[in-house]
């Protein structure tokens, strides 16, 4: 059986390795914005996060200061610690997580990185979540809005059995229902 | 026992005021089911909207953004920024993940109504509201090339039956000069009402869109270039181009990931969109309309319950008499400004109760007229807890309103002498 490090290194290296494939253009890049992608099955949900740095660290550089050093590892062992999204009941429970930087256009991978410091960066955080009675949850939480003011607007996107759909939070929100 | 006698005091009184207070029921009635049936329209609408199409997974066109391409495939507004290959058609056939694929292709009209040619797919495949199946009205699919399919709306707005012959139009538009006349189409099925685009398109097979287009390689018909239905049997009509693929998953966990693998695939630049989250994103942009509609219904309520102060108070003055020998007869201040508490309740409780009633008539009798006809589709389902939640408001707000008339009443009553009805 996998470790949960095992697994969450695999995830990062799929996610990692998948734009080496084909040529397109890069993501987009807008402060204050993050979005959050939601695949369900049963009572399993899939998690992707994007985020440019700035929201959740307030620096979009390689940390320099020691502060800056412990608002990165506090940020990271949050996002990897913490279910993004819950049931009302806060059933979920985390079985693979994977938090990737790209601080400064490098990848950060346990402090080791390079890059170049005039671009901007994103933090993409994977989940597989296991939540008892997702399937029959008609609304679902996010912690994110509170954990991080400077995150003025949350899109969300779902899709599974039920259907699909998408939800936009703003600052102060922190639940939406899934139209089931 | 207080409350025994307060209530049969009210149900008497109601009763000898029943004229008066019928108009007053009816008024409220009517706001409330005004109120009811804007918020009943308002999530059916919703509702119908975001599910104008199901079950699709991904629509997958060009690169372009994803209302763009939700408009020109599903509602039919719009153009497309160009097409894809078929050779990407037979490319995402080969993906284990994906289950089925419905081609779509574009471009051509008939009377101002999209022609989408498609294949079998889509008769098998294709879903809009919670799951529904597209079912024929009459008649059957497209099975040879000069087949045609109406939707429900183009056959009703022009007259058309099983067996007619139409002439498909060269590119959009509701006047065109450039009609492929000589490869007439006839009219093998007509859907049945759906409430979607669906209603107002025409459909006909991918071969058939092909081979119109013999002899239109320079956008016009070359005279002696162009098919003939008779010619055009044995030919090979197999499309370069489509203009968009609708996709259906095995695991919908999948979707993200097949969008993303979509949206960087090699051969050519492709965008995936997920419907469902495209069409909730749309209905966002309209919200503030709804919220406006809803801030209307308020109003229509507030104005009503307004009406009712003022017809409550001015019956209060016609009531003196009534007061002043249910004072003589011991009946205590309290009481009687319960009367006017007890009396508002029931009023609107009343209302509440046609106002259902009412509703749930007129949907039964007109939801199947107004699909057929208009293309809205209205169906009778249990109440959702906002609309439980208006429709509580409503006698809780006369109770509050009751309050002007029942303290007016109760200090009216203890200043009453027992001799003097009407006096202070």
Redesign the interface.
């Known amino acids: 059986m996998l470790s949960k490090n095992h697994r969450a290194f695999s995830i990062a290296f799929a996610l990692a390795s998948t734009p080496l494939m084909a040529a397109d253009n890069p993501g987009s890049h807008q402060h204050g914005q993050a979005e959050m992608q939601l695949a369900f099955a049963d009572n399993q949900v899939e998690v992707l996060l994007t985020s440019p740095a700035g929201n959740m660290l307030g620096f979009e550089h390689h940390p320099r200061t020691p502060e800056q050093h412990q608002i990165e590892e506090l940020v990271t062992h949050w996002l990897g610690e913490n279910p993004l999204i819950n049931t009302p009941e806060s059933t979920c429970q985390i079985h693979a997580t994977t938090v990737q930087h790209e601080v400064a256009g490098s990848h950060d991978h346990g402090g080791h990185s390079h890059g170049d410091e005039s671009q901007h960066a994103d933090i993409t955080v994977t989940q597989i979540l296991n939540c008892t009675g997702l399937d029959h949850s008609v609304s679902l939480t996010t912690p994110l809005t509170a954990r991080f003011p400077a995150l003025e607007h949350l899109d969300i996107a779902w899709a599974g059995p039920d259907g699909q759909g998408a939800a936009r939070l703003g600052q102060g929100e922190s639940s939406f229902k899934l139209g089931r | 026992m207080k409350i025994h006698l307060a209530l049969s005091l009210a149900s008497a009184s109601l009763w000898h005021r029943r004229k008066v207070l019928a108009l007053v029921c009816l008024t409220l009635t009517l706001s409330v089911t005004l109120l009811l049936g804007i918020q009943y329209l308002r999530t059916e609408v919703k509702q119908s909207f975001?599910s104008t199409i199901?079950d699709t997974?991904l629509i997958i066109g060009a690169r372009s953004g994803q209302l763009n391409l939700l408009m020109y495939t599903v509602f039919h507004i719009g153009d497309a920024t160009n097409n894809i290959r078929w050779s990407t058609f037979q490319d995402l056939e080969q993906d284990t993940r994906i289950d089925w694929l419905i081609p779509i292709s574009l471009g051509d009209s008939y009377k101002g109504f999209r022609v989408v040619g498609t294949d079998k797919g889509f008769a098998e495949h294709f879903r809009f509201g919670r799951g529904q199946p597209l079912n024929l009205a009459g008649g059957q699919w497209f099975d040879g090339i000069f087949d045609v399919v109406l939707g429900a709306g183009v056959a009703r707005t022009l007259n058309h039956g099983l067996g007619d012959k139409i002439i498909l139009s060269h590119g959009g538009g509701r006047t065109s000069f450039s009609n492929h006349k000589d490869t007439p189409f006839t009219v093998t099925g007509i859907l049945e009402a759906t409430g979607t685009p669906v209603d107002q398109a025409v459909y006909i097979s991918l071969q058939g869109m092909e081979a119109i287009h013999v002899g239109w390689e320079s956008g016009v018909a070359i005279p002696g270039r162009t098919l003939t239905p008779e010619k055009a049997q044995n030919r090979d009509f197999t499309p370069k181009t489509i203009t968009a693929v609708f996709a259906g998953l095995d695991?919908?966990?999948?979707?993200?990931?097949v969008q993303?693998?979509l949206?960087?695939?090699?051969g050519e630049p492709l965008s995936a969109i997920?419907?469902?989250?495209?069409l909730?994103?749309l209905w966002?942009l309209m919200s503030q309309f709804e919220q406006a509609l809803l801030g209307i219904t308020g109003f229509v309520v507030v104005t009503s319950l307004i009406g009712l102060i003022a017809v409550l108070l001015t019956l209060q003055t016609q009531r003196a008499h009534e007061i002043a020998i249910l004072r003589a007869t011991g009946a205590s201040p309290g009481l009687i400004a319960s009367l006017y508490l007890i009396e508002c309740l029931a009023l609107a409780l009343v209302a509440c109760v046609i106002s259902l009633a009412l509703g749930a008539l007129a949907i039964s009798m007109f939801g199947p007229w107004l699909l057929t006809n208009y293309g809205i589709q209205l169906q009778l389902r249990p109440l959702t807890f906002e609309e439980w939640s208006l429709l509580i408001s409503v006698p809780l707000a006369a109770l509050l309103v009751a309050l002007i008339p029942a303290f007016s009443a109760w200090r009216q009553s203890r200043s009453q002498g027992f001799g003097s009805p009407g006096g202070t």
């Open positions: 975001t199901s997974d695991r919908k966990i999948l979707t993200f990931r993303r693998d949206n960087q695939y090699a997920l419907p469902g989250v495209a909730s994103e966002r």
